[in-house]
Nanobody, 123 residues
Framework: QVQLVESGGGLVQPGGSLRLSCAAS????????INWYRQTPENQRDLVAT???????NVADSVKGRFTISRDNAKNTVYLQMNSLKPEDTAVYYC?????????????????WGQGTQVTVSS
């Protein structure tokens, strides 16, 4: 079955860095755009970054210049490099797979979510 597994979260001091990974299995990776969302302790879930199957990226204004999203299609893995972390980046980070236009053309409609990984930025 389809699985998205996040890893790389943890506790880091303000100004530090983390790299999150999202490893996909059981899916045709090339027909999915991959998104990173984060959910704060107040339960607000926000889109952080997106990478399409052809490598186009977009990041939220709140993390622009600090976070970078990339994907390795050979490894079916997407990365979120997070630098200059701030306490307000503290959240559970979720990986999401959403079918792109090619995927929808062949009938793929279901989205998939990982289990989340906790990122805590604190001194």
């Amino acid at each position: 079955q389809v699985q998205l597994v996040e890893s790389g979260g943890g506790l880091v001091q303000p100004g530090g860095s983390l790299r999150l990974s999202c490893a996909a299995s059981g899916m045709i990776f090339s027909i999915y755009d991959i998104n990173w969302y984060r959910q704060t302790p107040e339960n607000q879930r926000d889109l952080v970054a997106t990478i399409t199957s052809n490598g186009s990226t977009n990041v939220a204004d709140s993390v622009k210049g600090r976070f970078t999203i990339s994907r390795d299609n050979a490894k079916n893995t997407v990365y979120l490099q997070m630098n200059s972390l701030k306490p307000e980046d503290t959240a559970v980070y979720y990986c999401n797979g959403r079918p792109n236009s090619r995927g929808r053309f062949i009938g793929r409609t279901q989205e998939y979510w990982g289990q989340g990984t906790q990122v805590t930025v604190s001194s």
